[in-house]
């Protein structure tokens, strides 16, 4: 079964371009990518928060957070 | 046909971490991923310096540098 991978992004230039390619790299017969804006979506920033996010844009596989570049500070959205 | 993406990290354990999971996360129908040890293969530092490498790990897909995480700064193997 394919596992969950949630792709927090803030809807920035960096995001959208790291999203375009490495997101969609992504096996899709081991992985649903859930794709957050959080800068439209503000109610998950605390879950986001609680991943242990700290910048976007982030991927969060199997509770492993992987932070991608730099396109804004999770606290900036707050 | 598969595209080519590199994988350059020193060996920390930031960048195995990430290795394991992330990196093996990739579309291997879309992918060939070369993983370089450039705290073992320096020969190679000049390589990833030039694409844009500028912290450990990092993957290159397409010319494009993701930074990931923090393990190493690139100057630091020079």
């Known amino acids: 079964m394919a596992k969950q991978a949630t ?3 803030g809807g920035c230039d960096v995001c959208v ?3 375009s390619t490495l997101v969609d790299a ?3 017969q081991q992985f649903r990518v859930e794709k ?3 800068g439209t979506n503000r109610s998950r920033v ?3 928060e609680k991943l242990g996010v ?3 844009p982030a ?3 199997d509770g492993q957070v992987y932070h991608i ?7 900036d959205l707050k």
């Not at 570049?69 to 606290?75: D, E, Q, T």
């Open 54 to 56: 700290k910048t976007l």
């Open 46 to 48: 605390g879950e986001a």
């Open 69 to 75: 570049n730099f396109g804004a500070n999770l606290a």
């Open 7 to 9: 792709w927090y992004h």
């Open 17 to 19: 371009s790291a999203e």
């Open 59 to 61: 991927l969060v596989i």
């Open 36 to 38: 957050v804006n959080l």
């Open 26 to 28: 992504l096996n899709p």
